[in-house]
């Protein structure tokens, strides 16, 4: 099953080498050396719309994918989980769905790569989406589906994924990823990031990006058991912000405010903005509402991005985001509160 080549490699090849001999840092040799190398684990497993079983109503056959006609690069990366349990079953959802995902990461942490040069395809996989300035990511951003159940309402064990676990502020049981597919998925985001150049900042998940109203199709993958510190501490996957001390009386944002600081991070949608942010950035409550813990977890966000150093994007301080929220806080007269940090 595994191919010599390097399935997303392709013609980048030559330049993906370049780009690891300047920008390859010491966490990356040591991650290299303590974990199976990525192109070990992808195993090619292309899509073909032709096995599409989904139908519009006047009987035109729907596709899972579509080439790409531009040739810029992806923006962004957006993590999912499955709600399945093995690949087999995933890959016929997305025939029977008209869904697909760039790569689809299987338990044992092998990569099933559904194209041979990701870059050049747009899986559906974002569905009704924004992040920052952009909107419908599927034009703009690679999918990463990883094969996990989810929740349950209730307490169910599985095998491969144990016994699920509830968090503060929210009623269902989550499901851990398996160890191995844990690696890969945060592995490969770091590569395609080199690859790429996409910031720390638009590596997201689908619960960040989803602006479909409704709460009860609103999407919350890839959910809070995805480990973003350890992805980003230990594979510079992603991004997390640093802790630093935030003492909440010195700052006075009213709530509106907080969610400003969200939309200017990247949030879109304002009605689910604090519950995806806990689930990503803040999991010990994800109930969405804007407790102390939450605030200060926002807060530290917003000051460790504006100095955050991105080792990926082509611009190490991110410009666009450090101009607006030096407006924000000049907008709102807060330059005492902020000025021991920014
Ligand atoms: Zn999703």
Redesign the pocket.
Known sequence: MHSVNIPFCGSLAVLMSFAALTIESVAMQAEALKFKPLESKIVPALLDNAKCTKFTCSGTQECVFREKTGLDNPKGI?L??TASTNVPGTIRTYYERGVSAHVTVAPTGEIHSHFQNPEKYIAF?AGLSAWRDLERLNQYFLGI?VVNPGYRESCQELPLFGTPMQITGDNNWWYNFTEDQFISTAQLTARWQQLFAIPGRNVVT?SDICMVADVNFR?V??GPRYDYKRAFEEFNAGYYPTAHEINLDKFHLTDDQYLELLHIYGYRNKDHSVKSFQMHFSPTNISGELNDRTKQDILNLCIDYYNYHDLYATEKLDPEYRSKLEEFIKRYQYEAAFSEFI
């Open positions: 957006v999912h989980y996989h589906e689908h999407k993958d890839i």
